[in-house]
């Protein structure tokens, strides 16, 4: 079942080919999910969204805490412009869109919060250590870089990603980490990590890892 919230969010799209795409991707992020994700973002203060596409899950933190402001950063800007749209067809300006490069983000300019929703995954292997280098260093000692992916097992889960992936974005390539790789990752950029393991009915291995920058 949808929030009136993410009805309204869905609605705010020009685009049918878009609004199907939402409904969809929202039914696979459930309200649960991004309630239980959203938990362990700030109500105030800076979050930053990379990799944020249609702008989906900003719009959706941004409508819940009006005095949380969240910058998404997504490097197709077709869908910086969408997200745009939306957000202004809501009337929520606590949010921002830039057209950007996750693997060029420097760490410029200090956040409270950021997050990767099923993103990861499509970042070139090689590129995420430096990037979560850079999102340390955009965040406080204790703040918190969230981190929703999937695991490599079990393997039928893994696959059924894989296929669903491809369904929606063949030409992009794909690398799923395994949790102890993408954990031992986030170590090493300077974070200490929690996995918190997201139940779900559907055969995804989801795994949300809660990691908070070190002093």
């Given at each position: 079942?949808?929030?009136?919230?993410?009805?309204?969010?869905?609605?705010?799209?020009?685009?049918p080919i878009v609004r199907?795409y939402c409904w969809a991707?929202?039914?696979?992020?459930?309200?649960?999910?991004?309630?239980?994700?959203?938990?362990?973002?700030?109500?105030?203060?800076?979050?930053?969204?990379?990799?944020?596409?249609?702008?989906?899950?900003?719009?959706?933190?941004?409508?819940?805490?009006?005095?949380?402001?969240?910058?998404?950063?997504?490097?197709?800007?077709?869908?910086?412009?969408?997200?745009?749209?939306?957000?202004?067809?809501l009337g929520l300006d606590?949010?921002?869109?830039?057209?950007?490069?996750?693997?060029?983000?420097?760490?410029?300019?200090?956040?409270?919060?950021?997050?990767?929703?099923?993103?990861?995954?499509?970042?070139?292997?090689?590129?995420?250590?430096?990037?979560?280098?850079?999102?340390?260093?955009?965040?406080?000692?204790?703040?918190?870089?969230?981190?929703?992916?999937?695991?490599?097992?079990?393997?039928?889960?893994?696959?059924?990603?894989?296929?669903?992936?491809?369904?929606?974005?063949?030409?992009?390539?794909?690398?799923?980490?395994?949790?102890?790789?993408?954990?031992?990752?986030?170590?090493?950029?300077?974070?200490?990590?929690?996995?918190?393991?997201?139940?779900?009915?559907?055969?995804?291995?989801?795994?949300?890892?809660?990691?908070?920058?070190?002093?």
């Open positions: 079942m949808h929030s009136a919230t993410v009805r309204k969010i869905i609605r705010a799209y020009d685009d199907a991707r929202f039914g696979i992020l459930r309200q649960r999910f991004l309630d239980e994700i959203g938990q362990y973002l700030p109500a105030e203060g800076p979050v930053l969204d990379i990799g944020c596409g249609f702008g989906l899950f900003s719009l959706y933190y941004a409508a819940s805490a009006p005095g949380r402001f969240v910058r998404g950063l997504d490097v197709n800007g077709g869908r910086i412009a969408l997200a745009r749209r939306a957000a202004a067809r606590n949010v921002a869109y830039e057209e950007g490069d996750a693997r060029d983000f420097k760490g410029d300019g200090e956040m409270g919060a950021a997050y990767m929703l099923d993103i990861v995954h499509h970042v070139p292997p090689a590129s995420v250590p430096p990037l979560l280098r850079a999102l340390r260093r955009a965040l406080p000692a204790g703040g918190r870089l969230l981190v929703k992916d999937v695991d490599t097992r079990p393997a039928p889960k893994r696959w059924f990603t894989w296929l669903l992936d491809k369904a929606m974005a063949p030409a992009v390539p794909v690398h799923y980490w395994s949790a102890d790789a993408l954990a031992g990752a986030l170590e090493g950029a300077g974070f200490v990590v929690r996995r918190h393991l997201m139940v779900d009915w559907l055969p995804y291995p989801h795994v949300l890892y809660v990691c908070e920058a070190r002093g």
